[in-house]
């Protein structure tokens, strides 16, 4: 593929920095990384908040780097400040009004320079509007009246707005220049959000050539960002099921992580899903930094990894295009240990799927899910979809119901899959606050409930229909409390849930599972991390574990009839792929 096996591994070099560089400087920065690792190529940056680099410093940029045997493409940011002389516009970060004909004319501009110099380019995934100028809100107004829609809101108009600047603007002056252009578009790790600003995935799937995928993570508790670590992993996921073979890589960076290992999670993550590249933003920013040396380390351990990794497989999680709800509830549980991939297309040949309240925007998910589960499929629906999809007519699928009730516990029962049934009471270490699912006794039955006082609640709730199973599963009000349910409730839900393989374990370790009958696991870094000895249980006969790469194999601890178990060690920041042999 390139230096490495299994990917090409890339940076981005910001505008700032082409219009600026020297040769001479540019040649002792590129020395600094190839000291450390082998990067196959560059994504150039001629454009970004309002600077334009000059022709000559693009092609003695280029020419350097293809002397490194770097390939080089392009790179455009859509930002940039009002007009000289105009009045200012309120945007964050400035993003750009697409309303105002200077700045679009910039934009076109930048984009036939990338058609005359380039074979390729990258958007970076500032390519969206939170303008509310009084002619963005006119037009905006003016599309919703000629559409019907009576709310005010800017979802629909600024999705249709996206669609039209990406054919008219980005693509069309590119390709006047050289038809043969390809065109990549970045979307960034916060998905959820995308059709609030314009980022327009349905659509634009269409138009662009590729997509790519922003696997940033961020420090969760002291930064804008709330989003887990798995993210890196499923957003990849779930842009390769989009459009299978035109998902880039994934892109990542050092910033608002105050932990060298939690950089390199991100880096591992992403490689987990099998990408073709794996880009470093950016290189201003890693340039004498020791990231580099540390990442440098972990590719070629990353490569060995991914030589024995087939494609991810695991609980298929529905995310309708446009969907938003219950934000990122998936990647959650992923951090607990469920093996979690991401679609936007219904999953109608899952083993197991998980419908979370972004679920609900389809508006045919209910007769989907009856054919689904009727048939004889395994659902997990959570407590924020059933909360939504009640007056729908969830009820002829399920007792559960909701009023409104919480509830605050620290006690679980958790009844055993075992024969005769026994039943466990494991404590947590905190109270956490859950919405109180109500069922109704011998229709509904209980797997797991939390208990607060002489009162218990549902916890993983599951019913019989037609020839398959519904589970409901009740979702913490705060969404990292799921961290805090016991070990024994955790590895409870995984057994119902997971598909392959599941872990006796606490949460903070995730388990990666591919289609080659191969899984990964690793534990996260935090500052409570610490090595631990779990149980991994392998659905079905087992005869033992192999670890390609360290050339070990793991023997069972013991086998029951539909299940073999093994005992491993983990430690924090360290990933293992295990091959079952059966």
């Known amino acids: 593929?390139?230096?490495?096996?299994?990917?090409?591994?890339?940076?981005?070099?910001?505008?700032?920095?082409?219009?600026?560089?020297?040769?001479?400087q540019l040649e002792k920065e590129i020395t600094f990384f190839e000291r450390y690792m082998r990067p196959d190529k560059v994504y150039l940056e001629r454009f970004r908040g309002g600077v334009f680099a000059s022709e000559a410093q693009v092609e003695m940029c280029k020419r350097v780097f293809e002397k490194h045997g770097v390939e080089v493409a392009g790179g455009l940011t859509t930002t940039m400040p009002t007009p000289e002389g105009d009045e200012p516009k309120q945007r964050l970060f400035d993003t750009v009004c697409y309303n105002d004909e200077k700045m679009l004319g910039q934009l076109t501009e930048a984009c036939a320079f990338l058609g005359r110099h380039f074979d390729?380019?990258?958007?970076?995934?500032?390519?969206?509007?939170?303008?509310?100028?009084?002619?963005?809100?006119?037009?905006?107004?003016?599309?919703?009246?000629?559409?019907?829609?009576?709310?005010?809101?800017?979802?629909?108009?600024?999705?249709?707005?996206?669609?039209?600047?990406?054919?008219?603007?980005?693509?069309?002056?590119?390709?006047r220049e050289n038809p043969n252009i390809k065109i990549t578009i970045k979307y960034p790790n916060w998905a959820e959000s995308y059709q609030q600003t314009g980022y327009n995935p349905k659509a634009q799937r269409r138009l662009f050539d590729n997509i790519y995928t922003g696997t940033e993570a961020r420090d969760t508790v002291t930064t804008d960002q709330h989003l887990p670590r798995y993210l890196s992993y499923s957003l990849m996921t779930y842009f390769e099921n989009m459009w299978p073979g035109h998902n880039g890589g994934g892109w990542f960076d050092p910033f608002d992580l105050h932990i060298t290992e939690q950089y390199l999670e991100q880096a591992y993550l992403t490689a987990f899903s099998k990408p073709k590249e794996m880009m470093m933003f950016c290189f201003q920013a890693l340039v004498n930094r020791m990231n580099v040396p540390a990442l440098g380390f972990q590719?070629?351990?990353?490569?060995?990894v991914l030589d024995h990794a087939g494609k991810p497989t695991g609980i298929r999680c529905y995310l309708p295009d446009d969907s938003q709800g219950e934000d990122n509830v998936q990647d959650f549980l992923g951090m607990c240990g469920f093996n979690v991939v991401c679609t936007p297309y219904f999953p109608e040949d899952a083993e197991v799927m998980l419908l979370t309240r972004a679920a609900a925007c389809d508006e045919d998910i209910l007769a989907k899910l009856d054919r689904f589960v009727s048939a004889g499929g395994k659902a997990v629906i959570t407590s924020g979809f059933v909360e939504v999809m009640l007056p729908k007519g969830l009820s002829a699928m399920t007792s559960v119901s909701m009023n409104g009730?919480?509830?605050?516990?620290?006690?679980?029962?958790?009844?055993?899959?075992?024969?005769?049934?026994?039943?466990?009471?494991?404590?947590?270490?905190?109270?956490?606050?859950?919405?109180?699912?109500?069922?109704?006794?011998?229709?509904?039955?209980?797997?797991?409930?939390?208990?607060?006082?002489?009162?218990?609640?549902?916890?993983?709730?599951m019913d019989t229909y037609g020839k398959g199973k519904l589970y409901t599963l009740t979702i913490p009000d705060s969404f990292p409390d799921l961290y805090k349910l016991p070990r024994e409730v955790l590895t409870r839900l995984r057994r119902e849930l997971n598909t392959a393989v599941y872990t006796d374990s606490a949460s903070g370790t995730s388990v990666f599972t591919y289609d080659n009958d191969s899984f990964i696991l690793y534990q996260y870094v935090t500052s409570a991390a610490q090595?631990?000895?779990?149980?991994?249980?392998?659905?079905?006969?087992?005869?033992?574990?192999?670890?390609?790469?360290?050339?070990?194999?793991?023997?069972?601890?013991?086998?029951?009839?539909?299940?073999?178990?093994?005992?491993?060690?983990?430690?924090?920041?360290?990933?293992?792929?295990?091959?079952i042999v059966r």
């Open 1 to 24: 593929m390139g230096n490495y096996r299994n990917f090409k591994l890339v940076y981005y070099f910001v505008a700032q920095a082409t219009a600026r560089t020297g040769e001479e």
């Open 120 to 175: 390729e380019f990258i958007i970076d995934d500032f390519f969206f509007t939170n303008c509310t100028c009084e002619k963005c809100r006119k037009e905006k107004d003016a599309y919703n009246a000629s559409h019907g829609i009576t709310d005010g809101s800017w979802k629909e108009y600024r999705l249709s707005l996206m669609e039209k600047v990406s054919r008219e603007t980005i693509i069309a002056p590119a390709k």
């Open 299 to 304: 590719l070629d351990r990353l490569d060995d």
């Open 405 to 461: 009730r919480k509830a605050r516990c620290s006690l679980y029962r958790v009844e055993q899959a075992t024969r005769p049934v026994t039943v466990t009471y494991p404590r947590g270490c905190e109270e956490i606050t859950i919405p109180v699912c109500e069922f109704r006794n011998n229709a509904t039955w209980a797997v797991v409930k939390a208990a607060g006082g002489e009162e218990s609640f549902g916890l993983l709730l």
């Open 531 to 579: 090595p631990d000895s779990i149980h991994i249980h392998v659905k079905g006969k087992a005869e033992k574990l192999f670890l390609p790469v360290q050339k070990k194999t793991l023997s069972p601890l013991y086998a029951k009839a539909d299940e073999t178990v093994f005992e491993a060690r983990t430690m924090p920041g360290e990933y293992v792929l295990y091959q």
